[in-house]
């Protein structure tokens, strides 16, 4: 399992610049007009993880497989999107089928760029592109409560359940909030999430600056991370345009101009991370001489779950798994001798996997 990330913009603040960067490829036209993007592209890139080469090195694996997270470009929103104006309309159906949102904000100043409302201002274009999906999600709600009234009169629990969730979104969009200020209990977390309310999903902002401001921020950035804060999202800065030279570098030359910028890592690095943090999720490797790999999982996943994210037939028959940490697995020099060193666990169907966690799974057939 990794995870998709929808990534939403106005025109011209570098979208299509930083996808094309961090799927590196050219299937996104990155171009200095509006709309340039006329239909969603998805590009799935590895996740980057040293433990995973560091393992594979240790048990000598003759292939590495790194766990993939999936990106969504979607076409540049303009004020009115919800109502048809521009393209962005048309798209709203592939932001919902995202785990999170990364709002993409300008925050660079180039004449040569026309921003479409004339100036710069992340802050200001944040609340364009939430105020429209917004709407979407209102839009969308109101119609769905219509829908389902008669099931409700009828006395159908489902109904009756979603139609609660669906009050309790109307009445924060209402208010001007997002559907994510919502609070839900963990009795209901399943059904919400099948609401598939744009608005619920978490935000991440990406602060696109110039390269001068790659590796501290600038005034705009600031502004943007005062914001997140404010409202309990996240933030990363980037400069697309750096990454878009990077992606086109091999490891050497681009570990030697990351240090010229003086940055310690690639923004994409960066933007997992933030990414990972922001959805909880964590990873555990598999580990042999056939192959490394690694998969993520959300934090809090019990042994069984996490054995059917290689196969629904792990989880259906699981047994036990056999885990070592990585720490340990590595300290020691591999799995013969940390299991000669106690090092190796049996853990049962409670046991709640840990980040790092190098794992083998018995089960039924």
Known sequence: ????????????????????????????????????????NVGDVAVPDPR??????????????????????????????????????????????????????????????????GRVDPVADAQVIETELMLADLESVEKRLQNIGRKVRGGDKEAVDQERLLKA??????????????????????????????????????????????????????????????EGNAHVVISAQIEEEISQ???????????????????????????YELLHLETYFTVGPKEARAWTIRQGTLAPQAAGVIHGDFERGFIRAETIAYDDFVALGGEPAAKEAGKMRAEGKGYTVKDGDVMHFLFNT
């Open 1 to 40: 399992m990794g995870f998709r990330m929808g990534i939403v913009g106005l025109p011209n603040v570098g979208k299509s610049t930083l996808f094309n960067a961090l799927t590196r490829t050219a299937a996104a036209q990155a171009a200095n007009f509006p709309f340039c993007t006329i239909e969603p």
């Open 52 to 117: 995973l080469d560091r393992l594979a090195e240790i048990a000598k694996s003759k292939q590495v497989i790194p766990t993939r997270m999936t990106f969504v470009d979607i076409a540049g929103l303009v004020k009115g999107a919800s109502k048809g104006e521009g393209l962005g309309n048309q798209f709203l159906a592939n932001i919902r089928e995202t785990d999170a949102i990364a709002h993409v904000l300008r925050c660079f100043e180039d004449g040569d760029v026309v921003h479409v409302d």
């Open 249 to 275: 570098l091999d490891a050497d030359e681009a570990e030697m101009f990351l240090s010229e910028m003086g940055l310690d890592e690639a923004g994409l690095d960066r933007l997992i991370r933030a990414g």
């Open 169 to 230: 979104a109307l009445a924060m969009l209402s208010e001007g909030k997002p559907a994510r200020m919502v609070e839900v209990s963990d009795d209901d977390a399943k059904a919400w999430k099948m609401l598939q309310l744009i608005t619920a999903k978490p935000v991440l902002y990406v602060c696109n600056v110039e390269e001068a401001s790659a590796a501290s921020g600038n005034e705009h950035s600031a502004k943007v991370a005062e914001m997140a804060a404010a």
